[in-house]
């Protein structure tokens, strides 16, 4: 399964983040699934990881798409997209 998602490319980081993304995503009307990296950073799975380590790996997740900033959200605020792209 985590091939047919194109997650089995992804590093342990990055898909402990990606999953912890999932887990605490909420709903919102206007854009869809969004998260924080405050409710991110609280998750057991990622609580392990250093800061620095949190963010090379969010912004690696970003530039394969996994997660998307918006500029109309507040800062540390990310979109899921309803269709994950192939890492």
Do not use: W
């Amino acid at each position: 399964m985590e091939r047919d998602l194109g997650l089995d490319s992804l590093s342990s980081n990055e898909r402990d983040i990606l999953l912890a993304f999932y887990a605490n995503a909420a709903e919102r009307a206007d854009v869809g699934y969004v998260c924080t990296t405050d409710k991110v950073r609280a998750h057991p799975t990622v609580s392990r990881i250093s800061q620095p380590t949190f963010h090379r790996t969010l912004r690696r997740l970003l530039d394969k798409g996994l997660v998307i900033q918006s500029d109309d959200l507040p800062l540390g605020t990310y979109v899921l997209p309803s269709e994950s792209p192939r890492a």
